[in-house]
């Protein structure tokens, strides 16, 4: 499914879709070039699930945790870009992290990639012109959630 991004109404839109069936086990895994909008809309999808503060970017830091009461349920938002090797994601700890937590995964392939798990919605944002558009590609769990078909 493709979905049209062309402002932040509208990817706080969609981030309100995904905050709104995120349970915990699932991952948002969320691909695309540099600048394409994949934090902006993590950041999105973290305030969908309540949370009111500043959201940085776990570019340096690769892991940010959120925690109830803050957001409706745990979530991990990680941005895997730095790391050189999928390995490393096992030796920062992600299973433990993952373990009751929905995740959030920018640049999902430098950790191996989440694509092959059931509760994996993939979204693929590209911009083309002036036009920034999300692909999104939902795992057989989405897909029981009758939200993209």
């Known amino acids: 499914m493709i979905v049209d991004l062309p402002d932040l109404a509208a990817t706080q839109a969609l981030a309100g879709i995904i905050a709104g069936a995120l349970v915990p086990g699932d991952v948002v895994a969320l691909q695309g070039d540099l600048g394409a909008g994949k934090t902006t809309l993590a950041r999105a999808v973290i305030a969908a699930l309540g949370h009111r503060g500043e959201v940085p970017s776990p570019t340096f830091q690769i892991i940010e945790v959120y925690d109830p009461p803050a957001v409706r349920l745990p979530v991990v938002h990680a941005d ?70």
């Open 80 to 149: 895997f870009y730095r790391l050189a090797h999928p390995a490393e994601a096992g030796e920062i700890g992600l299973d433990d992290y993952r373990e009751g937590a929905a995740l959030l995964a920018e640049w999902p392939d430098h950790a191996g990639g989440f694509g092959h798990e059931p509760a994996c919605l993939t979204i693929r944002i590209e911009i083309i012109g002036n036009v920034r558009r999300a692909i999104v590609e939902p795992g057989a769990d989405w897909l029981r959630r009758g939200l993209w078909q």
